[in-house]
Structure formats: structure tokens, C-alpha cells
């Protein structure tokens, strides 16, 4: 297991950006498998998208969501582009080894960040 810190998030407008970190201990972290989930109020936690050697993000967040990792800084990023405020979530980064697994399952992962808020007002 690693030890996530994840960092960003706030308040924001509709059609506004934030990028969200995740910094990684640990000196391997270019063989893990890194995502990133969600859960909005009342909702479950859903899958937001995952980066290893490509990325995939969700179809709910295709085309405004970006997710990118810095092997060198041992993080992981999440660009959110045009929130909507059906984007107002909890999320949380995580780690987990490469595997044969899905990287959209929650449990590919193995450790997780402490989460950020992040609220998008209309």
C-alpha cells in the first residue's frame, strides 16, 4: 500500500476548472494503477476515471474531465473542466497494483486518499 495526499478542490461556478492532486509516497508508484472515484450527496460512490500506462475517464465526464499523472512527482492529477453542479462530490484518489483487474472497480484499489470537496454552484 501507498500513502495518498490529496490536495485542490473548493467552491466554484458553474463552467469554472479546478485540478485536483494526488501525491503518492513510495518509490514505486509508476507500477500502480491510479484512480480517481466520486460521491456526490446521497449517492453512491462512482467511478470518475483511471490512468496507468493510458487513461480512461467516465462517459458521464468524457470530454471535461482529464485525468494525467507525473511519474517523476510521484502524483496524479484530475482536471475538471466545465463543472456542472451535478460535479458537487466527494473525490477521492487511489492506488492499487497493475493488474488484470478493471480499474473502474473500487476494488482494483488498495489505498485511498482522504477525499476533497469539491461544490459547483448554478
Known amino acids: 500500500q501507498v500513502q495518498l495526499a490529496q490536495s485542490g478542490g473548493g467552491l466554484v461556478q458553474a463552467g469554472d476548472s479546478l485540478r485536483l492532486s494526488c501525491a503518492a509516497s513510495?518509490?514505486?508508484?509508476?507500477?500502480?494503477?491510479m484512480g480517481w472515484f466520486r460521491q456526490g450527496p446521497g449517492k453512491e460512490r462512482e467511478f470518475v476515471g483511471c490512468?496507468?500506462?493510458?487513461?480512461y475517464v467516465a462517459n458521464s465526464v468524457k470530454g471535461r474531465f482529464i485525468i494525467s499523472r507525473d511519474n517523476a512527482k510521484n502524483t496524479v492529477y484530475l482536471q475538471l473542466n466545465n463543472l456542472k453542479p451535478e460535479d458537487t462530490a466527494v473525490y477521492s484518489c487511489a492506488a492499487g497494483p497493475l493488474s488484470g483487474a478493471s480499474c473502474t472497480r473500487e476494488s482494483s484499489y488498495d489505498s485511498w486518499g482522504q477525499g476533497t470537496q469539491v461544490t459547483v454552484s448554478a
Open positions: 490512468i496507468s500506462e493510458r487513461s
Open positions: 513510495g518509490r514505486t508508484f509508476s507500477s500502480y494503477v
